[in-house]
């Protein structure tokens, strides 16, 4: 039997009350997703910072992506060097890769003064000694080969920074907007 009396009290439905479990739980997960609005607002609103390699004149990134671009045309057209029947022919491919490709580097000196004057232009000078540097590892794998059918491309790593060169070859290109002047994947 039930009690019908007017002083009954209805028992809570279970699960309807705010336990302190419950309510911390709660503000763990208002929490977690406001920081996720605030990394995604960081990340893609206007919150959001342009990459520190970003030169404020684009004259420099415009001009040399187009002869990066067409540098990298006259690659394509030489046959794969990873194709190659053998490792001298590899590296023959690979030294008429770098041959584009330094000059492709000699034009791009001649362009540097479209770079921003000060921080900016320094660092695309150094963009192009970091790509020097690279095309001069490329040069030692290409002769490591002409001897030693297993050599190995050796990257240099970035004076002081404990990362490889290409990392910040690429991401200078990338900030700046010039996809075809990335570290060549053709060795």
Do not use: H
Request: hydrophobic share 45%; charged share 25%; net charge negative.
């Amino acid at each position: 039997m039930t009690d019908t009396s007017p002083d009954a009290v209805e028992p809570e439905a279970p699960g309807r009350r705010w336990t302190p479990t419950r309510v911390v739980l709660t503000l763990v997960v208002v929490a977690i997703v406001s920081m996720w609005g605030y990394v995604l607002y960081l990340a893609f609103g206007p919150g959001r910072q342009p990459p520190i390699d970003r030169l404020d004149d684009p004259a420099f990134a415009e001009a040399a992506e187009a002869r990066c671009a067409e540098a990298v045309v006259e690659v394509d057209a030489l046959p794969a060097a990873s194709a190659s029947q053998s490792a001298a022919e590899r590296a023959g491919v690979l030294t008429r890769a770098d041959d584009v490709f330094a000059d492709m580097l000699d034009d791009l000196d001649g362009m540097v003064a479209l770079a921003p004057v000060g921080d900016q232009r320094r660092r695309a000078t150094e963009w192009l000694a970091d790509w020097r540097t690279y095309l001069g590892d490329r040069a030692a794998f290409a002769e490591a080969l002409r001897t030693d059918p297993d050599a190995r491309l050796l990257v240099s790593e970035k004076a002081g920074e404990g990362r490889q060169i290409t990392g910040w070859i690429d991401e200078f290109a990338k900030a700046n907007r010039m996809p075809s002047c990335v570290t060549p994947t053709d060795a």
